[in-house]
């Protein structure tokens, strides 16, 4: 807080915070514009984080796109391009890959609900 001639407290607004984002609104822009090209193959883009130091996108695909080995090439032929044309501050765009205990424990935990809904069905 600073106090001005007035003696009346002001906040101090985070002109970084605001500008990290502005940006990170205009990478889910471009994002959105992917999305459905994506979605036809069952596939959908997440944005991890913005470094704003460094100026790197970390993006994550999902779905039919998760684990696909086109991944890493489309996020370097496309959508490294598209972000890195639309916003200059992208400096470069990294795919962010899934732990794979966390893709084991995900699997297991989607395969135990389906056999429980599957279960209570049976039940009915």
Do not use: W
């Not at 639309?86 to 056999?115: G, M, R, S």
């Amino acid at each position: 807080m600073e106090e001005n001639k007035d003696n009346k407290q002001t906040t101090m607004v985070d002109t970084n915070s605001d500008k990290k984002q502005e940006i990170i609104d205009r990478i889910e822009e471009v994002l959105d514009k992917l999305r459905p090209f994506l979605a036809r193959e069952g596939g959908n883009i997440r944005l991890d984080h913005f470094d704003e130091e460094t100026g790197i996108c970390y993006v994550d695909m999902i779905g039919a796109c998760q684990g696909c080995m086109l991944a890493a090439s489309d996020v370097s032929d496309s959508i490294e391009i598209m972000l890195m044309d639309e916003i200059p501050e992208i400096t470069h765009v990294q795919l962010v890959t899934p732990d794979p205990q966390d893709e084991y424990d995900n699997l297991i935990k989607q395969l135990q609900e389906a056999e429980k809904s599957k279960k209570e069905e049976e039940s009915k």
